[in-house]
């Protein structure tokens, strides 16, 4: 995978640029992130965190003033837990797929 | 590959001794043999696939320290920083000092120590990333920030305070013995810099130039035992019969009687006032303590909630309150939601959490984490099935019961295994304080009067529970409370029989926290007092609460000071550098935003 980083001459990162920018390379970059969202938001996050989701069902289930209590603490969670992974998808974003030229479609390359 | 300097000095190669075939500790000095797989390997510093030309890539390199020498320039720091691009608040390679005997004839001696490559690398062991490798090239172990999430359990772990947790960067990072040089045959920057001869570096158990001495042991450095470190000292010039460090810790280094070379470290009573400090018992790990107490009170409850009906406590059954019991099942998925939160921003990178089951094969941590893990799943899938059985109507009802036992069994072994190796955390040689089975004592001791107190509460307010639940609950309370202060009797014991950073923790206790450490003692005296009383008698919700204020209360304060008090077998510091006390000056006063002070931030 080349990388924008490793090129030292302005015609070379012209040239990547060109491509970089492309619509395929902007597709594959799509598709890149998507499969990072899914990765961190399944396997990383709904794998562990999902009994807190439990209480989103009981919030259904209970009369208002357990609902509320209940829906706090999944909001908390839910809160909390979203920035984690999104700090985890934008982490994994920039050291692989950001400023890199894509050579499959949908590869995440994680 | 390194490019050495046109001009480059002899004196910065290492030069190719003769060494014997095994180390001091017994281990071969060569790392691999010839013709395995791990030779001829490349090291890819900085994505460079050549391999290193040095003749004694196999072998055990390690540090000389020569404290006759030494004068304190830090060149080695400097140099050491330069190589590694390091910000101020972090030295990989630092110079400490310890002080001796009265003017005229005061004596110091520094010492410069970074990371002594060991043979049985601690913080190897303890990381639960698994960030760190002992290479077969040059013995080395190496830690890569990358794969490090910052939980700074490898800063524990480690004697000698090598590994530096940057709570800017959010992770670790220590001294990686410039392995790039050496590829080249040069020796570490640190090493190379040294102005006055005293700090050398080569293939382990050869003796330097103008050296003497091969010695492991040096006043102030920590028991080699715990890690067989690759540094090698010498200290020829007579020293006094006692040695003291000038940073806060209340510790000095007395002679032994018997061998001349040891100092063995002892407290430093200094008369210091016996205070409350209640400020001082807030620390970066804070988290820690609520993320601790609470995952033992819901491990507790639950296992009141779950073993309640078998012991005969039949209004614990689903059946004989529904609602109740779903809501308390609910609640405690709810505060162990929160704890795990807690304990997850309490690393440098929470984002990489996933990375702590690693190294479940050597980790506590791992272990631990794994440990609640299985237990807060198989607590909620036991809720999702008796709290919410609407959902499973369509479900074989056999099945659905076997599903609540196997969940409900699962989720009480996984309990009670991460709250056991949560206390194996604890148990770090380098820290004295901590290595004690008290550990284990208050944590199965909170589990027991933590959990029956949840679960009192609940029934008490929430239910129609009478005089009996009290009674029946105080048992375990009181029980709980017994364990924690059998525990706490001998471990006070054991530090002051034990000398060394236990006493000068426990020291620190009785004087810096000692109107708190005998208030949390009155405490728990008073709370077992409480509870016998309520087994004896009897009690209501009010009475129950008031015991349950003063057990966490306690149970607070008490895991506050188990953090805040612990002394480490760190190097001694100097007046300003690696002083704690400096430190706590320097962000009270605002010297601290000063940053080419070089004080760590206060932040985790």
């Known amino acids: ?110 | 590959m390194f490019e050495p300097r046109p001009q480059e000095p002899a004196y910065a190669f290492i030069p190719n001794a003769p060494h014997p075939e095994t180390n001091r500790y017994g281990k071969p000095v060569e790392t691999v043999p010839e013709g395995h797989a791990l030779r001829g390997v490349s090291l890819n510093i900085n994505d460079d696939s050549s391999v290193g030309t040095n003749p004694n890539r196999y072998k055990q390199h390690g540090f000389y320290f020569n404290a006759d020498n030494c004068i304190a320039c830090h060149a080695c720091e400097a140099a050491c920083s330069e190589k590694n691009n390091l910000p101020a608040h972090i030295a990989f390679r630092s110079v400490g000092y310890v002080e001796g005997g009265s003017f005229p004839a005061y004596v110091r001696m520094n010492i410069s120590m970074a990371c002594n490559h060991c043979d049985d690398p601690v913080c190897l062991k303890g990381c639960p990333t698994l960030a760190y490798t002992k290479f077969a090239e040059y013995g080395a172990v190496l830690q890569d920030p990358d794969i490090c999430f910052g939980c700074g359990y490898c800063t524990w772990v480690c004697p000698y305070n090598a590994p530096q947790l940057d709570p800017v960067a959010g992770h670790v990072s220590k001294c990686n013995m410039c392995v790039d040089r050496l590829e080249v045959g040069l020796k570490p920057a640190c090493a190379a810099a040294c102005l006055a001869g005293a700090l050398d570096f080569g293939v382990i158990e050869t003796t330097p130039e103008h050296r003497e001495q091969l010695e492991t042991r040096l006043p102030g450095f920590p028991t080699p035992e715990i890690t067989h470190p690759n540094i090698r000292f010498q200290q020829a010039k007579s020293l006094p019969r006692e040695m003291r460090r000038t940073d806060s810790m209340p510790l000095r280094y007395v002679r032994d009687e018997h061998h001349a070379n040891v100092y063995t470290p002892t407290v430093a009573e200094d008369g210091r006032p016996k205070q409350w400090n209640l400020k001082k018992l807030r620390s970066r790990e804070d988290p820690l303590v609520i993320f601790t107490l609470v995952s033992q009170a819901v491990v507790g409850a639950f296992l009141m909630l779950f073993l309640g009906p078998l012991f005969g406590v039949t209004m614990f059954a689903h059946a004989a309150h529904p609602l109740l019991h779903a809501t308390l099942l609910l609640g405690l998925l709810g505060i162990e939601t929160v704890a795990l939160v807690l304990s997850t921003l309490h690393l440098g990178q929470p984002h990489r959490f996933y990375r702590a089951f690693n190294n479940l094969r050597n980790s506590p941590v791992s272990r631990e984490v794994a440990g609640i893990a299985v237990f807060y799943n198989l607590l909620g899938a036991y809720t999702l099935f008796t709290a919410l059985p609407g959902l499973f109507a369509w479900f074989p009802q056999a099945m659905l019961a076997m599903a609540v036992q196997v969940s409900g069994w699962g989720a009480l072994f996984a309990g009670l295994a991460a709250i056991y190796f949560m206390s194996r955390i604890y148990r770090i040689p380098a820290r004295p304080f901590w290595n004690h089975w008290q550990v284990l004592a208050s944590f199965f001791g909170n589990v027991l009067s933590l959990g029956a107190l949840t679960v009192g509460l609940a029934y008490l307010w929430l239910g129609e529970a009478g005089a009996g639940l009290a009674q029946t609950l105080s048992l375990p309370v009181l029980a709980g409370l017994v364990l924690e202060a059998v525990g706490l009797a001998y471990h006070a014991r054991d530090l002051t029989r034990g000398g060394g950073e236990g006493a000068a923790s426990h020291y620190l206790q009785r004087t810096d926290f000692g109107y708190t450490y005998w208030a949390r003692n009155a405490g728990l005296a008073l709370s077992a007092l409480m509870a016998l009383a309520l087994a004896w008698l009897g009690g209501g919700a009010w009475s129950w609460s008031l015991l349950a204020l003063l057990v966490f209360g306690t149970a607070i304060v008490g895991r506050a000071l188990f953090y805040v008090l612990v002394v480490p077998t760190t190097m001694p510091g100097a007046f300003f550098w690696r002083n704690r006390g400096f430190e706590q000056h320097a962000r009270e006063t605002g010297l601290a935003d000063m940053p080419q002070l070089g004080v760590v931030p206060d932040a985790h």
């Open chain 1, 1 to 110: 995978m080349r990388r924008l980083e490793d090129l030292q001459g302005e015609f070379e990162r012209a040239v990547f640029l060109a491509a970089y920018h492309s619509p395929q390379q902007r597709r594959r970059r799509h598709w890149a992130l998507l499969g990072l969202v899914v990765k961190h938001g399944l396997l990383r996050g709904l794998a562990f965190s999902w009994p807190a989701y439990v209480l989103a069902l009981a919030a259904v289930y209970s009369d208002t003033s357990h609902a509320l209590a209940y829906l706090a603490v999944l909001l908390l969670a839910v809160g909390v837990s979203g920035m984690i992974l999104i700090r985890g998808v934008r982490d994994d974003y920039r050291a692989r797929v950001q400023g890199r030229l894509r050579e499959k479609t949908g590869h995440s390359g994680v």
